[in-house]
């Protein structure tokens, strides 16, 4: 007995072979698409079949029908989002009516001649989850079409676009009327990731291309390839999930979860089998369930169904490549924009820089941590464009200007020029700063201004020399726990901190202790879920709740420093007590690494980060105990406007130069000052030129920046009177003066102060 599942696809199964036929017989595209609605119809026992294809104007254009009035061929275009069409394109899945006329979205398009029919299927016409056009069938009757034609009408549909995408069916003068993809100059506006500019080719960060066999011959050992490959996925990532294999940076655990739970879901299983046992190949099958989802992650807004969809993306990724079906990375053109929805740090650094012009991302967040990466490249990013992928095509020329996070797509020439000669400028700027490089930071009036830099992976390292930064004024060792898919055993971090102070010679470096939790989440850690994770159980909270891993820290820097020089910083201390805990533990360890014959450093200084109002507050009693301290102004000013960081739309609500946080930033100036304790800002604001000349004003005379910072902030010192707008300042300060930053402004016009 034959199984039921092959009998049922049968009549399918030769529909497909049908459509293949038609599309490789001889004619015009018309031709051929006139054959193509006709075969559907009949296969599917439908009065009507249409294919509307989609224009550069987002309307939908009737292509061909078979039962429609042919004469409205190419006359009815539908609105964006016009009748049950425009429904489909904006559900971007099927719509199956037993009563069209019923739907609210059913429109009556009179040259059509539609309106004796009632049951209605209508599939969307994907290709990479990009809408082409939507392929309807209808009948006289009221009828609901069965789950195999929805499934026979989506076959016809992916075959259809691929064909329509590949260029061989429409003519030139025809596909300029498709929206196969889009040719218009476009600009999306994100967010700056990391700060530059690039002009270059874009490449998708995809798993490659897929192989264009869409037909089975056998759909019987299709079906047993994909089965193979599934079974081949699983074991495959049950060896991730169990630690084997997992590279540097791979997937964090969590995702891996979700790729196991897919992997084992019936539903997507059951899905791919059916698409395959159809008539698909196998490869055709994976790329038409991941088409689906990837159209319905475009439309999705909640950001866990997002996340959850690009799992599953990224599982069918894995499952074509073992189906042997995508090409090898291919290598990346001389000008490569990187175009992704989000990327694993370690996954760009295994791109090679030299090619790489930049990086553009439908997410991704500032304090990523592929973010943190990029700077370090010194790779612009613009981050948080919405819209990119469905936007961008391989190939398109764009323009990032991640000086202000724009990214034009497709420019028109006068656009590409100007923007060539930004790039220039920037060029001969940075060529300017680096022949700062020797000179020390000193302001007109004769201030001398300490200028580190802020590092935190072994590629900030050449920094030092290239920027001439005074030494490292936080390096943040978390970065090396983040980035790796493991806890970094004791050698690692000791040959890390070995690494930075070699490479710092006799420049000082500031170690700052783990700041973990708050959005630092190890994915190799269990971790409770917090409501609020800035306010939560991170930095000293957790290390002192679970001091293990800090002293295990404290080993390694002691071991590292081998008798040089050990300087190190202790984050988020919010009460003296934080502090005195942290420091005795450290004294502890250093007490037991003498007690078994290591070098003990030549000497320790103990700092502290002043990141809390809290411990603003309390500085002076600190000062007696810590040997110094360093703004972190990011998360001061966090805590000060109540304005999380992370969160877009407030991060950059209320500006620093405000009168309130400028006398919170004087008082800690002055207070460091009256103790004679030294105080640095690290915060990001210290890199920046107006903020940076403000903090100098307030007092502040050692600053630690970005690396890429320290030109341009050097260059402003040269050129800043400390002494006249520190007057300037207090006077704006003292009358509550709403508008600092402009008057800053104002006064750098006048004044010549190179912001
Ligand atoms: C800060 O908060 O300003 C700081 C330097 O620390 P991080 O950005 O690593 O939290
Ligand atoms: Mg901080």
């Known amino acids: 007995m034959s199984d039921p599942s092959t009998r049922k696809h049968s009549g399918h199964r030769s529909l497909l072979r049908h459509i293949r036929e038609i599309m490789a017989a001889k004619g015009t595209a018309q031709y051929r698409l006139d054959a193509l609605v006709k075969a559907i119809a009949s296969n599917l026992h439908a009065d009507v079949c249409s294919l509307y294809l989609r224009r550069p104007d987002a309307s939908m254009e009737l292509w061909a029908t078979q039962g429609l009035d042919p004469n409205a061929v190419h006359v009815t275009r539908l609105g964006a989002g016009e009748g049950l069409v425009g429904e489909i394109v904006r559900l971007s899945r099927p719509l199956n009516l037993t009563e069209a006329p019923t739907h609210?979205?059913?429109?009556?398009?009179?040259?059509?001649?539609?309106?004796?029919?009632?049951?209605?299927?209508?599939?969307?016409?994907?290709?990479?989850?990009?809408?082409?056009?939507?392929?309807?069938?209808?009948?006289?009757?009221?009828?609901?079409?069965?789950?195999?034609?929805?499934?026979?009408l989506q076959n016809v549909s992916m075959v259809l676009a691929e064909i329509v995408s590949s260029g061989d069916l429409l003519s030139a003068s025809e596909?300029?009327?498709?929206?196969?993809?889009?040719?218009?100059?476009?600009?999306?506006?994100?967010?700056?990731?990391?700060?530059?500019?690039?002009?270059?080719?874009?490449?998708?960060?995809?798993?490659?291309?897929?192989?264009?066999i869409l037909i089975a011959d056998d759909p019987e050992a299709e079906k047993t390839r994909l089965e193979d490959a599934i079974l081949d996925?699983?074991?495959?990532?049950?060896?991730?999930?169990?630690?084997?294999?997992?590279?540097?940076?791979?997937?964090?655990?969590?995702?891996?979860?979700?790729?196991?739970?897919?992997a084992n879901d019936q539903g997507w299983l059951d899905r791919l089998c059916e698409a395959a046992g159809s008539g698909l190949s196998a490869e055709a099958a994976v790329e038409r369930v991941r088409g689906e989802h990837r159209a319905r992650l475009l439309s999705a807004k909640d950001p866990y169904l997002r996340e959850r969809l690009h799992d599953l993306?990224?599982?069918?990724?894995?499952?074509?490549?073992?189906?042997?079906?995508?090409?090898?990375?291919?290598?990346?053109?001389?000008?490569a924009i990187l175009v992704a929805r989000a990327i694993g740090p370690a996954e760009l650094l295994e791109f090679d820089r030299s090619r790489l012009k930049a990086l553009v991302l439908e997410e991704g967040s500032p304090t990523s941590h592929a973010a943190i990466v990029a700077r370090a490249l010194r790779l612009p990013v613009v981050g948080h464009a919405t819209g990119l992928l469905d936007r961008v095509s391989p190939g398109d020329t764009l323009l990032v200007d991640a000086e202000e996070g724009i990214v034009s797509i497709r420019p028109d020439a006068p656009t590409e020029e100007q923007f060539r000669i930004r790039v220039d400028e920037r060029r001969?700027?940075?060529?300017?700063?680096?022949?700062?490089?020797?000179?020390?930071?000193?302001?007109?009036?004769?201030?001398?201004i300490t200028l580190a830099m802020n590092a935190g992976l072994r590629v900030d390292l050449p920094q030092l020399e290239e920027t001439g930064a005074e030494g490292i004024g936080l390096f943040r060792t978390e970065f090396q726990f983040l980035l790796s898919d493991h806890l970094p055993r004791l050698t690692?971090?000791?040959q890390l901190y070995r690494d930075v102070l070699d490479a710092a010679g006799e420049r000082p470096v500031v170690f700052r202790t783990l700041d973990l939790g708050g959005d630092k989440v190890l994915p190799y850690v269990a971790h409770e879920r917090e409501s609020n994770p800035a306010l939560g159980w991170r930095a000293m909270r957790m290390a002192l709740d679970r001091p293990g891993l800090l002293r295990y820290q404290f080993r390694a820097l002691i071991d590292a420093t081998g008798g040089r020089e050990l300087n190190i910083m202790f984050p988020l201390i919010t009460t003296l007590m934080e502090f005195r805990t942290a420091r005795a533990l450290l004294d502890a360890e250093i007490k037991r690494m003498a007690r078994f014959g290591y070098t003990i450093p030549a000497k320790v200084r103990v700092g502290s980060m002043v990141e809390t109002p809290a411990i603003v507050w309390q500085l002076e009693s600190l000062l007696k105990e810590a040997d110094f301290v360093s703004v972190g102004a990011n998360d001061l000013m966090q805590y000060f406007f109540?304005?999380?960081?992370?969160?877009?739309?407030?991060?950059?609500?209320?500006?620093?130069?405000?009168?309130?946080?400028?006398?919170?930033?004087?008082?800690?100036?002055?207070?460091?000052?009256?103790?004679?304790?030294?105080?640095?800002?690290?915060?990001?604001?210290?890199?920046?030129?107006?903020?940076?000349?403000?903090?100098?004003?307030?007092?502040?005379?050692?600053?630690?920046?970005?690396?890429?910072?320290?030109?341009?902030?050097?260059?402003?010192?040269?050129?800043?009177?400390?002494?006249?707008?520190?007057?300037?300042?207090?006077?704006?300060?003292?009358?509550?003066?709403?508008?600092?930053?402009?008057?800053?402004?104002?006064?750098?016009?006048t004044s010549g102060l190179a912001l």
């Open 104 to 152: 609210s979205a059913f429109s009556f398009h009179p040259e059509t001649a539609e309106d004796p029919f009632h049951g209605f299927l209508g599939v969307p016409v994907l290709r990479g989850g990009r809408l082409l056009g939507v392929l309807a069938v209808q009948s006289r009757e009221a009828r609901h079409y069965s789950n195999d034609d929805v499934e026979a």
């Open 492 to 494: 690692e971090q000791t």
């Open 428 to 448: 001969q700027r940075r060529a300017a700063y680096a022949r700062l490089r020797d000179k020390p930071a000193r302001t007109k009036d004769g201030q001398r």
């Open 233 to 262: 996925l699983r074991h495959s990532v049950d060896t991730l999930y169990q630690g084997k294999g997992n590279r540097l940076g791979g997937p964090s655990r969590a995702v891996l979860e979700a790729y196991r739970m897919f």
């Open 313 to 335: 993306e990224d599982l069918a990724n894995r499952l074509l490549r073992h189906l042997g079906a995508v090409d090898e990375l291919a290598e990346l053109p001389e000008n």
């Open 642 to 749: 109540a304005a999380d960081r992370e969160n877009s739309r407030v991060a950059e609500r209320y500006d620093i130069l405000n009168t309130g946080s400028l006398r919170m930033l004087g008082h800690i100036a002055n207070v460091c000052q009256q103790s004679m304790r030294p105080v640095s800002v690290c915060g990001e604001i210290a890199g920046q030129g107006v903020e940076a000349a403000a903090l100098i004003a307030l007092g502040f005379t050692a600053l630690s920046v970005p690396p890429d910072s320290v030109g341009p902030v050097k260059r402003m010192i040269l050129s800043l009177d400390q002494k006249d707008l520190g007057i300037k300042l207090a006077e704006w300060v003292a009358e509550a003066q709403t508008n600092v930053r402009e008057n800053l402004l104002d006064y750098a016009r």
């Open 175 to 212: 596909l300029a009327n498709v929206a196969v993809r889009p040719s218009r100059a476009e600009s999306l506006t994100g967010r700056r990731i990391s700060d530059g500019l690039a002009v270059g080719q874009a490449v998708l960060h995809d798993p490659g291309r897929v192989k264009t």
